[in-house]
Nanobody, 129 residues
Framework: QVQLVESGGGLVQPGESLNLSCTLS????????VGWFRQIPGREREGVSC????????LYADSVKDRFTISRDNAKNTVYLHMHSLKIEDTAVYYC??????????????????????WGQGTQVTVYS
């Protein structure tokens, strides 16, 4: 059974940092590009960042560029999202998902949530002042 589990969310103040983890089980992470997405109630899920299968290429939404960093550790079957200089507008439920295009040798060409294949249950990030 394939499963993605996010962790690391929490309650922080503006300017602080959080590190999210996304652990894949059931299949080896090394074959998949993985994206991070976020959603607030009443709004569509938006892409935050993604990382290719090789880890050589990453993509970031303009709103998080230079503040968030995505990385992967295939040995631990885990993808990370390091979030710095958090803002109130970063408050959302954060999800990770494998990219459905991964097995075609692609993935992470964009941050469209429609390309998410397997999804985690999400982790809440709240930035309050």
């Amino acid at each position: 059974q394939v499963q993605l589990v996010e962790s690391g969310g929490g309650l922080v103040q503006p300017g602080e940092s959080l590190n999210l983890s996304c652990t894949l089980s059931g299949v080896p992470l090394e074959f998949y590009a993985v994206g991070w997405f976020r959603q607030i109630p009443g709004r569509e899920r938006e892409g935050v960042s993604c990382i290719t299968v090789s880890g050589d290429s990453t993509l970031y939404a303009d709103s998080v560029k230079d503040r968030f960093t995505i990385s992967r550790d295939n040995a631990k079957n885990t993808v990370y999202l390091h979030m710095h200089s958090l803002k109130i507008e970063d408050t959302a439920v954060y999800y990770c998902a494998t990219d459905v295009r991964s097995l075609g040798g692609y993935g992470c060409q964009d941050l469209d949530a429609a390309n998410g294949d397997w999804w985690g249950q999400g982790t809440q990030v709240t930035v309050y002042s």
